[in-house]
């Protein structure tokens, strides 16, 4: 099937959202919310594209990150419409999110200096993109969850406090695109959600790894026994790839 | 005695039965229990006029009866067989009405309607021009049948549809004959009910699920909770004839927890269809089976949007997703799934059994059928109305609901809910129906119509419901949780006198965004109150801002209260003032202190001298 965006008519597939049609083909659309790893949210909107079915529809203003390609669409990813949708989006995160670098850069990029709005009280860098709780979902912990509705939500622990589910992973911290996260480690210890982890040293070379939390949920998810995901990674490629030349015989 | 009914014949057969049993000509009282009048203590009443019968040994059926909609009069009695009618019905009155209207069939003056602008009083129901004006195809039902009474619908010619279909249509043929009516959904988008059947039988998927949607959360609105517990079984036949049309053996309806007698009667009603064998296997002896349960809602306004309320049914939390995929593709656990309104099912088993010329007679080329209002706020006649789709709003505010209240000035209604726009004056004669309310700046809705006087400020009405919509947003996307929380900030700003020119165009350029960014219909048009106050009430923003002043004389931060000289110096104002910001000696005038006064309007509302000004 062919979807036009910008003028140029691309082939895609019905598996593929119009994101990943216009990214595969070098548009940049710009998103907070979506992660390579995890199944499209929606929720930032950043990523808003007009779209026209035939030639005689109406223009229909879609998330690209959740629309799938059908052949025959019009795609426009930057409209005078589209740039002032995702500046007043910024502006509007950047009210609530002052301090959250990546928010900055990208206003920035939207002509937006300062926010128009008037700013949160408690400023905040978390922008309730569910990245964090989706990764926590994908990594099968299901630690962490949304408390309270709407303006009023914030990413938090079960009853706010209880990290027991929490296995130390970092998925969440990671992939958090503003870094509202904190998560330190020091030495073998690493501390986030409030919670105090040890993490476990690599077999081979003793560089501190995963978290024993972390080992054990893998064990019991793959069956595999939980000393299989102890290597750093490092060193686990370096085995890789000793076992490959041992393989092919040099 | 619950005997199952075997087939379609035995259906007919106890359908006579039941009808040869009830002598028209029987004495009969109908209280009825909505949730208005049991407030007003209908449940009180009802007990008085069944004692005294008893008391009195006296063959009369007193019969509780499903919502009326004229909630405003209530408690509502009809007696039958002369069918006159009483509102405002007290216990104490029990004893008279026996003597006077069951015995000699005479009317009691006193309890009768009286019109508050003519002053002509009404005898009969369907003489009151609250009633008159309807057409109560829905709500018809509602007065003349026991909710908790199964036979009581099926003499009124209950599930006569689904038995007709069973028997002699297949499912494409119901699905054509509900397009052919031309229905669409009440729930507010008005999508055509017969396509979203023909996309969900056509989906691949198994099983399928039909849903019944009672999250009716509109501040206002409660159409659906007057269906639900003044007939259930017609929902419930709805949502049997959907089932057999799109091949679903499991329904769901998901009615919200703060309306228990909803879920009393819908349980009530549930489990009578089922020990009757109109629910569960092989209905009414056919090869076709279907069962209800019922999935009670824990307050979220959000869950009324389909896959929110999908999500919720599902025990997640409920939150909206993009679509497609629509649920008619893939809904409740993935599966193709119906889901329409409470006023959408009812409508069902009247078009199958009156078939869909009939249907399609009714209503505009476009919108068919009636809509059911609530119609509250400053009108005489607050209450529920069915009216053709086409009816004009100065029909419904004027003719059916009597005008405005205490002789003041329309000047808006709005229309569809929280997220409907204020439509004016000049708007009074649109003939409403989905397309033609959309065009004007507002919305159908589930059908809420606020109606606002001039005393109403409509900057502050903006503010409250973008406040309302605020509090509701699930905060899932960014426009609608972020956008939502500004322009609650800039109408507060314009509320409280802190605002400027900049502020106004500040909020003409947000509420676009919202519309066209957000991700369901909540954030979609929540902006409507904001920008349909702007276009036609934009001299009483520029008042607020340019003038500081309200001109409605609602928004604290820009009125003051002063004394004129009509003061007697009765001191009533003084002792009830909570700030002790008025002084004045007896008989002499009296002077509020601006610095103490919080506005909060006690002096005016006691003043008997019209001494105390607004401004």
Sequence with gaps: MIVNINGRDLLASPEE??????????????????????????????????????????????????????????????????????????????????????????????????????????????????????????????????????????????????????????????????GAIEMTDRGSERRIWGRTFQRLPCPACGAPTLTREHAAHLAGRSGLPSESFGMCERCRREQASRQFLDLVGK | MTRR???????????????????????????????????????RLAAAFRDAVTARKLDVEVRATGCHGFCERGPLVVVFPSRIFYQRVQPGDVEEILDRTVAQGEAIDRLLYADPTTGRKYVHEDEVPFYAHQHRLILGFNGKIDPE??????????????????????????????????????????????????????????????????????????????????????????MILGAYAIGAREGYVYVRNEYPLAVERLSLAVAAARARGLLGNNILGRDFSFDIQITRGAGAFVCGEETALIGSVEGNRGQPRFRPPYPAQSGLWGKPTVINNVETWANVPLILDRGADWYAGIGTAGSKGTKIFSLVGKVNNTGLVEVPMGATLRHIVFEIGGGIRDGRAFKAVQTGGPSGGCL????????????????????????????????????????????????????????????????????????????????????????????????????????????????????????????????????????????????????????????????????????????????????????????????
């Design chain 2, 424 to 615: 004016p004056a000049e708007k009074l004669d649109l003939q409403i129906d989905f397309e033609s309310l959309t065009a004007a700046g507002s919305m159908m809705g589930s059908g809420g119509m606020i109606v606002m006087d001039d005393r109403t400020c409509m900057v502050d009405v903006a503010r409250y419901f973008i406040d309302f919509l605020l509090e509701e947003s699930c905060g899932k996307c960014v426009p609608c949780r972020e956008g939502l929380t500004q322009l609650s900030h800039l109408l507060h700003a314009i509320t409280e006198g802190r605002a400027t020119d900049a502020t106004l165009g500040a909020l003409e350029a947000l509420a676009p965004v919202v519309q066209d960014a957000s991700l369901c219909a909540l954030g979609q048009t929540a902006p409507n109150p904001v920008l349909s106050t702007i276009q036609y009430f934009r001299d009483e923003y520029l008042a607020h801002i340019r003038d500081r002043r309200c001109p409605a004389a609602v928004c604290k931060s820009l009125i003051t209260y002063s004394i004129n000289d009509q003061c007697t110096g009765c001191m009533v104002c003084a002792r009830q003032c909570p700030e002790h910001a008025i002084t004045g000696e007896r008989k002499k005038l009296h002077v509020i202190d601006p610095a103490k006064c919080t506005r909060c309007g006690i002096c005016h509302s006691v003043c008997k001298f019209d001494a105390v000004d607004v401004r």
């Design chain 2, 149 to 238: 009474s199964l036979d009581d619908y099926i003499a009124n010619g209950g599930y006569r549809a689904l038995a007709r279909t069973l028997t002699s249509l297949l499912p494409e043929q119901v699905i054509e004959t509900v397009t052919k009516a031309g229905l669409r959904g009440r729930g507010g988008a008005g999508f055509p009910t017969g396509r979203k059947w023909a996309l969900c039988r056509q989906a691949i998927g198994n099983p399928k699920y039909v849903v019944c949607n009672a999250d009716e959360g509109d501040p206002g609105a409660f159409m659906d909770r007057s269906v639900l517990e003044g007939n259930p079984h017609g929902v419930i036949e709805g």
């Design chain 1, 17 to 178: 959202t119009l994101l990943q049609v216009a990214r595969r083909n070098g548009i940049a659309i710009p998103t907070l919310c979506e992660h390579a790893g995890l199944e499209p949210w929606g929720g930032c909107r950043l990523c808003v594209v007009e779209m026209t079915r035939g030639t005689a529809g109406p223009t229909r203003i879609v998330p690209s990150c959740l629309q799938p390609a059908e052949d025959g669409l019009r795609v426009e990813t930057h409209t005078a419409r589209i740039l002032r949708i995702r500046a007043v989006l910024l502006d509007l995160l950047l009210a609530r999110a002052p301090e959250a670098r990546r928010i900055q850069e990208l206003a920035l990029a939207h002509g937006v200096k300062s926010t128009s709005f008037v700013p949160r009280v408690d400023p905040d860098k978390c922008i309730l993109c569910n990245i964090c709780v989706r990764a926590c979902a994908a990594v099968g912990a299901d630690a962490l969850g949304t408390a309270g509705r709407g303006a009023a939500g914030r990413i938090a622990l079960p009853f706010g406090d209880d990290a027991s589910a929490c296995v130390g992973c970092g998925a969440c911290a990671l992939s958090c695109p503003t």
């Design chain 2, 5 to 43: 009914i075997t087939d379609a014949a035995h259906l007919e057969r106890l359908r006579a039965e039941l009808q040869a049993a009830r002598d028209p000509a029987r004495k009969a009282i109908a209280v009825c229990a909505g949730t208005g009048c049991v407030a007003y203590g209908s449940r």
